[in-house]
């Protein structure tokens, strides 16, 4: 059992920065594929990023979040992070981290055992 609580949401103008953060409980945390999802008003969930389980060496991104998100890992704080950078009025959403406990990272939310609350991102133009 995992469970996950999102953080750093908040509203940012177009072009600015923001860090997420996730905590997460359990000592198992080092264990677990991380990912990154979020939904806009009016549509489906969507994935963002993920990262490999224990050191976190491998990271896949949506191409809409390309060069522009970065996720990493603290095993040792069981926190993922999600560094969003020039960001724009369409990542405007409610972010939300998931736990997986494969062994590869995985894009599809039905991966995903367990889910945060959330988070709302505001990018404002």
């Known amino acids: 059992q995992v469970q996950l609580v999102e953080s750093g949401g908040g509203l940012v103008q177009a072009g600015g920065s923001l860090r997420l953060a996730c905590a997460a409980s359990?000592?198992?945390?080092?264990?677990?594929?991380m990912g990154w999802f979020r939904q806009a008003p009016g549509k489906e969930r969507e994935f963002v990023a993920t990262?490999?389980?224990?050191?976190?060496?491998?990271?896949y991104y949506a191409d809409s979040v390309k060069g522009r998100f970065t996720i990493s890992r603290d095993n040792a704080k069981n926190t993922v992070y999600l560094q969003l950078n020039s960001l724009k009025p369409e990542d405007t959403a409610v972010y939300y981290c998931?736990?997986?406990?494969?062994?590869?990272?995985?894009?599809?939310?039905?991966?995903?055992?367990?889910w945060g609350q959330g988070t709302q991102l505001s990018v404002s133009s």
């Open positions: 998931a736990a997986s406990s494969s062994i590869v990272i995985h894009t599809t939310a039905d991966k995903y055992r367990y």
């Open positions: 990262i490999s389980r224990s050191g976190g060496g491998i990271t």
């Open positions: 359990g000592h198992t945390f080092s264990m677990y594929t």
